[in-house]
């Protein structure tokens, strides 16, 4: 695994300005909007987390349960520095789960083990926007008044920003950019040749996630792709339920 202990006290004073910044220029309704935000971030991060550990654990590796991590608790998955970047700055991460490859089954091999546990993340994650916008289509649906409530504009604010959480959530990670899970998960796919000289660079493609991510680069390369997904799941979950 790369050591970036210096990079990351580097990293760390520059997202810290960013909160400052990101405080400093709030308004109410950015505030509000935080506000609706915030429980899509904890559901996003505590499914995400715990999706690479059941996946892990499902293969034989048990470091996840004797590390605590088999459960929905976010207190057990949320990074309490990540978590306060992500809300302030937009740029955060959870408490990563730690595996061990060596401990699954031989059914399959360990390359192929740490795949399917990167990819439990961001599948997870695409689950819960399908969840949340049945959600929120039988609140539409059978609640109508309810919609129309002051409490029923905060709850569908809710509903609406876990969807677009869990689908940017799930889409970012499968960037194939180290320490993502999309480095992880085409790992499996690459020749040996192929995986000596991405360890090679490593820490040069890690340079290139971290300015992709700080620059916000990243989410205006993804903005695109989430919010298409994001169109298509309500056109198609709205057509079977008879509200296009």
Not at 63 to 86: A, C
Not at 102 to 109: A, E, L, Q, T, V
């Amino acid at each position: 695994m790369y050591n970036f202990s210096f990079d990351k006290r580097v990293l760390y004073v520059i997202l810290a300005i960013m909160v400052v910044l990101s405080i400093a220029g709030m308004t109410r309704s950015y505030i509000f909007s935080l506000l609706l935000t915030l429980p899509g971030v904890i559901i996003a991060i505590t499914f995400h987390e715990f999706a690479h550990a059941f996946a892990a654990y499902k293969l034989g590796d048990d470091t996840p349960k004797m590390q605590g991590r088999l459960n929905l608790n976010p207190l057990s998955h949320l990074d309490p520095i990540g978590f306060v970047l992500l809300i302030f700055a937009h740029i955060g991460w959870g408490k990563p789960v730690q595996i061990n490859p060596r401990n699954f089954d031989r059914k399959i091999s360990m390359s192929a083990g740490e795949a399917i546990v990167s990819v439990a993340g961001p599948a997870m994650n695409f689950i819960l926007a399908i969840v949340f916008t049945v959600i929120y289509f039988l609140i539409i649906k059978f609640a109508p008044a309810f919609v129309l409530t002051q409490t029923g504009i905060i709850v569908i604010g809710m509903v609406q920003a876990t969807i677009v959480v869990n689908i940017g959530l799930g889409v970012f990670n499968l960037i194939p950019l180290p320490p993502l899970d999309g480095s992880k998960i085409f790992r499996n796919f690459m020749s040996y040749n192929v995986k000596a000289w991405l360890d090679k660079y490593e820490n040069v493609f890690y340079i290139i996630f971290l300015i992709l991510w700080i620059t916000g680069l990243a989410g205006t390369i993804i903005s695109p792709i989430i919010e298409l997904i994001a169109e298509g799941l309500i056109n198609l979950i709205g057509l079977l339920f008879g509200i296009v």
